[in-house]
């Protein structure tokens, strides 16, 4: 089936918002994430994510039914231990917008839903006066034992995108894998793109 992506605004991104929750715990349970998701902190996240001036949703839909979506946000709007390596390098995150999750289920990938995921987050980014766009993404050693036979990695689909990673720009961000008994901190490397 094809997939139709758009970005959602108002009531209807508040109506999305279980769906993205739920999403979100699908994708991210499998590797490099291996979230093992919690309902009540992805509540919490959504709505701080919400409550961000300028914050766009982008869905992709198939039929009725959301298989996919992205969003991002100001990087002033984020959490400190976000905004801090950009702070402690005079970086003005008023200028800087953060691209938060891309998530799609496996059997709607290699359809451009990924281009287009970023194609609006950068519009919007561009539309609140941002410069620069960023992300994070999890770091994990290539023999990491749960690393899937075959795994790629997206680095190569962000370097087409034209974003690169920033040198010492690491932060840590804490949540519980499966096999964990609580969380723990897991080191997040930025990207970052002009726009």
């Known amino acids: 089936m ?14 999305a918002l279980g ?8 994708v991210f349970a499998a590797y490099p994430y291996l979230y093992d998701g919690d309902a009540a902190y992805e509540a919490d996240y959504l709505q701080e994510f919400v409550a961000a001036p300028d914050a766009v949703l982008v869905a992709a839909f198939a039929g009725a039914r959301i ?3 992205a969003t991002a946000s100001p990087m002033a709007a984020q959490k400190a231990e976000f905004r801090a390596p950009f702070e402690q390098r005079g970086f003005d995150t008023a200028r800087l917008f953060y691209f938060g999750e891309s998530v799609l289920l496996p059997e709607y990938r290699g359809q451009g839903v990924g281009h287009a995921f970023f194609d609006h987050r950068e519009a919007q980014a561009a539309r609140a006066g941002a410069t620069a766009a960023t992300f994070a993404a999890v770091i994990r050693p290539d023999d ?8 790629v990695p997206l680095d190569a689909f962000w370097i087409r995108r034209g974003y690169a990673p920033i040198d010492g720009f690491v932060t840590e961000l804490g949540w519980k894998e499966h096999g964990e008994a609580e969380e723990s901190l897991k080191p997040m490397q930025y990207w ?3 726009l």
């Open 2 to 15: 094809s997939v139709a992506v758009r970005p959602l605004t108002g009531a209807e991104l508040h109506g």
């Open 19 to 26: 769906d993205l929750a739920t999403l979100r715990i699908t």
């Open 67 to 69: 298989v996919g979506a």
């Open 144 to 151: 990491h034992p749960a690393r899937p036979s075959g795994y």
């Open 192 to 194: 970052m793109r002009r």
